[in-house]
């Protein structure tokens, strides 16, 4: 497969879930995802977002790239 193939399914791929995230999905605030704020010091791992946009790739790019 060529690299412009592979850069076209990505940009279509992000251009989606910028879509979704402007219509309204809570990308970032969902269950999963942890805030810690202690004064001046905060940490935030999106765990369930990672999870979530992982998984939806891997269904995705499975079923584009299938032989």
């Given at each position: 497969m060529s690299?412009?193939?592979?850069?076209?399914?990505?940009?279509?791929?992000?251009?989606?879930?910028?879509?979704?995230?402007?219509?309204?999905l809570p990308?970032?605030?969902?269950?999963?995802?942890?805030r810690?704020?202690?004064?001046n010091f905060t940490l935030y791992s999106p765990l369930a977002t990672g999870l979530l946009i992982s998984v939806a790739l891997t269904i995705i790019l499975n079923l584009l790239l299938r032989r």
């Open positions: 690299a412009g193939r592979i850069l076209i399914i990505v940009g279509g791929v992000i251009l989606v879930i910028g879509v979704l995230v402007q219509a309204g990308l970032g605030r969902l269950p999963g995802d942890f810690i704020s202690r004064g």
